[in-house]
């Protein structure tokens, strides 16, 4: 059992900065692909961000590249999401999820996570 917390949310406004962390316990990080996504009001669930096990790879959805990056520290049993240049349209609940071995990297819909936090609210106001 992997319990996730996030944080880091908040009111920024328009071409501002926020950095959101997740912190695990109850299993080392390491074995998992880790992945942010978020879901805005009345929106699925859509991918954000991915990076592997050993941080060698790090994959974006196209309207954060650029913006956001993807980090990790294992030995800290934490990932985070620098978000820069933040637009309203990045309004969103973040969640930051695992994603056990056995897929592809590039699978990045939610069904292949199995553990999530509880969300972190960004509001990006014009």
């Known amino acids: 059992q992997v319990q996730l917390v996030e944080s880091g949310g908040g009111l920024v406004q328009a071409g501002g900065s926020l950095r959101l962390s997740c912190t695990a316990s109850g299993r080392t990080l390491s074995t998992y692909d880790m992945g942010w996504f978020r879901q805005a009001p009345g929106k699925e669930r859509e991918f954000v961000a991915t990076?592997?096990?050993?941080?060698?790879?790090?994959y974006y959805t196209e309207s954060v590249r650029g913006r956001f990056t993807i980090a990790r520290d294992n030995t800290k049993n934490t990932v985070s999401l620098q978000m820069n240049s933040l637009k309203p349209e990045d309004t969103a609940v973040y969640y930051c999820a695992t994603k056990p071995g056995g897929s592809y990297f590039y699978d990045v819909a939610p069904s292949f996570y199995n553990y999530w936090g509880q969300g972190t609210q960004v509001t990006v106001s014009s």
């Open positions: 990076i592997s096990r050993s941080a060698i790879s790090t």
